[in-house]
């Protein structure tokens, strides 16, 4: 499906391109997923519970935090609050791609959204900021990254051993460099200035004077507040 450079399309051709762009750092996830897959196994998990949480929830940060609440009976509520908690920034994600996916029928913007991770988000949006419109970017990178997170589950349970401990090796600080390149190597636009500031600033106040991990929630629902209100008023002041 062929479209004009600024509409929104999603085909098979940016699907594979956003698989190909993503398939190196694929290959370090398939570490953190070994990783998941033997905490599970020490945890008590069985094969098919690990399995299920990694391909249905697909959110390393949560998945490994359950692992330290799993006991019999198991506590929902701080499950809840504590995956809550971690993940608030995808509101901020979603946000930021409002603008890109409004287009879609709502079908495939919840499949769409369903396999954003930071690192694809960071590759696509950098790519949406180039002139990109081609929303398979996205969809192709969260692709490979879920596959080998499911990839690296799996073989951290067949052999029950191997990385239980990968920042001995760095391996924690991978996506955190890959993002940093590629905010830095895009040069983000001014208008994101304000939404990223407010959510700093209400996350470091967060840190300093509520309870461990709401610094997290604050500043996602904070910045994704104010770029919300910032992308409507752009639209109506285009529309003007």
Same mark, same amino acid.
């Given at each position: 499906? #062929?479209?004009?450079?600024?509409?929104?399309? =999603?085909?098979?051709?940016?699907?594979?391109?956003?698989?190909?762009? #993503?398939?190196?750092?694929?290959?370090?996830?398939?570490?953190?997923? @070994?990783?998941?897959?033997?905490?599970? +196994?020490?945890?008590? /998990?069985?094969?098919?519970?690990? #399995? +299920?949480? +990694?391909?249905?929830?697909? $959110?390393? %940060?949560?998945?490994?935090?359950?692992?330290? =609440?799993?006991? $019999?009976?198991?506590?929902?509520?701080?499950?809840?609050?504590?995956?809550?908690?971690?993940?608030?920034?995808?509101?901020?994600?979603?946000?930021? /791609?409002? %603008?890109?996916?409004? %287009?879609?029928?709502?079908?495939?913007?919840?499949?769409? *959204?369903?396999?954003?991770?930071?690192?694809? !988000?960071?590759?696509?949006?950098?790519?949406?900021?180039?002139?990109?419109?081609?929303?398979? *970017?996205?969809?192709?990178?969260?692709? $490979? @990254?879920?596959?080998?997170?499911?990839?690296?589950?799996?073989?951290?349970?067949?052999?029950?051993?191997?990385?239980?401990?990968?920042?001995?090796?760095?391996?924690?600080?991978?996506?955190?460099?890959?993002?940093?390149?590629? &905010? *830095?190597?895009?040069?983000?636009?001014?208008?994101?200035?304000?939404?990223?500031?407010?959510?700093?600033?209400?996350?470091?106040?967060?840190? !300093? !004077?509520?309870?461990?991990?709401?610094? &997290?929630?604050?500043?996602?629902?904070?910045?994704?507040?104010?770029?919300? /209100? @910032?992308?409507?008023?752009? +639209?109506?002041?285009?529309?003007?």
């Amino acid at each position: 499906m #062929m479209g004009q450079q600024n509409e929104t399309t =999603l085909d098979i051709a940016g699907t594979w391109q956003g698989i190909r762009l #993503m398939l190196p750092l694929a290959c370090f996830t398939i570490a953190f997923g @070994l990783a998941f897959g033997v905490a599970a +196994s020490h945890h008590g /998990l069985a094969a098919w519970q690990a #399995m +299920s949480m +990694s391909a249905l929830v697909f $959110a390393a %940060p949560s998945q490994f935090a359950a692992l330290e =609440l799993w006991q $019999a009976p198991l506590p929902l509520l701080a499950l809840a609050g504590t995956t809550l908690a971690i993940h608030t920034r995808h509101m901020l994600m979603g946000a930021s /791609l409002y %603008p890109w996916l409004a %287009p879609l029928p709502r079908r495939q913007r919840f499949a769409v *959204i369903f396999l954003v991770t930071d690192s694809n !988000w960071a590759l696509a949006l950098s790519k949406y900021h180039q002139g990109e419109r081609n929303v398979g *970017i996205l969809l192709g990178g969260g692709i $490979a @990254l879920w596959a080998a997170w499911v990839l690296g589950t799996g073989a951290g349970l067949v052999f029950g051993g191997g990385i239980t401990h990968p920042e001995r090796f760095g391996l924690d600080m991978i996506m955190l460099c890959f993002l940093l390149v590629i &905010v *830095i190597g895009n040069r983000p636009r001014a208008f994101m200035v304000l939404p990223w500031l407010a959510a700093g600033t209400s996350a470091l106040l967060a840190y !300093w !004077w509520l309870p461990p991990f709401l610094h &997290v929630m604050v500043g996602a629902l904070t910045g994704g507040g104010v770029a919300v /209100l @910032l992308a409507r008023y752009q +639209s109506v002041k285009v529309s003007e």
